[in-house]
């Protein structure tokens, strides 16, 4: 910001004229405007980078059939499968996220994609969990 000169370092003229300091003054202060509208306009054309989102498709299976009611989810967008075992998760900004698949039953699931414009449609593949045998004890019933 442009500083004001001390009243003793201004010019012999200007400390002795009440219009020439009215003069010096207005001028003093249209520099600092002006500056003031330099810094807004500079900082009004900073551009921002436009994010791209994207509707990424989403099918989820198990090695062999669809795998409906799995929650997936990359950050705050969520869905969830159908019978079908697809869902879409709107609004996905472009580069890389973790995915993650959630049901009771299977093992979580997470991994890393990537979604461009070529990259809008993947497929999770959930691994069941299996069960721990009952033990049975010898000579019980």
Same mark, same amino acid.
């Given at each position: 910001?442009?500083?004001?000169?001390?009243? %003793?370092? /201004? @010019? #012999?003229?200007?400390? %002795?004229?009440?219009e020439?300091? @009215?003069?010096? /003054?207005a001028?003093?202060?249209?520099?600092?405007?002006? /500056?003031?509208d330099?810094?807004?306009?500079?900082?009004?054309?900073e551009?921002i980078?436009?994010? =791209?989102t994207?509707d /990424?498709?989403?099918?989820?299976?198990?090695?062999?059939?669809?795998?409906?009611g799995v929650?997936?989810?990359?950050?705050d967008i969520?869905?969830t499968?159908?019978p079908?075992?697809?869902?879409?998760l %709107?609004g996905?900004a472009?580069g890389? @996220?973790?995915?993650?698949?959630?049901?009771?039953? #299977?093992?979580? #699931?997470?991994? =890393?994609i990537?979604?461009?414009? =070529? @990259?809008?449609?993947?497929?999770?593949?959930l691994?069941?969990?299996?069960?721990?045998?009952?033990?049975?004890?010898?000579?019980?019933?």
């Open positions: 910001m442009a500083k004001i000169k001390k009243f %003793k370092k /201004l @010019h #012999y003229s200007v400390r %002795k004229s009440p020439k300091r @009215h003069d010096y /003054l001028d003093f202060l249209n520099e600092v405007l002006e /500056l003031e330099d810094e807004e306009e500079t900082q009004q054309e551009v980078p436009e994010v =791209t994207r /990424l498709s989403i099918t989820v299976d198990d090695g062999e059939n669809a795998v409906s929650s997936v989810a990359i950050g969520t869905g499968t159908g079908a075992g697809g869902c879409t %709107k996905v472009d890389e @996220h973790t995915i993650t698949a959630t049901k009771e039953g #299977y093992t979580e #699931y997470s991994d =890393t990537s979604s461009d414009s =070529t @990259h809008t449609s993947f497929t999770i593949s691994t069941a969990v299996v069960a721990d045998p009952v033990e049975e004890t010898p000579g019980e019933t």
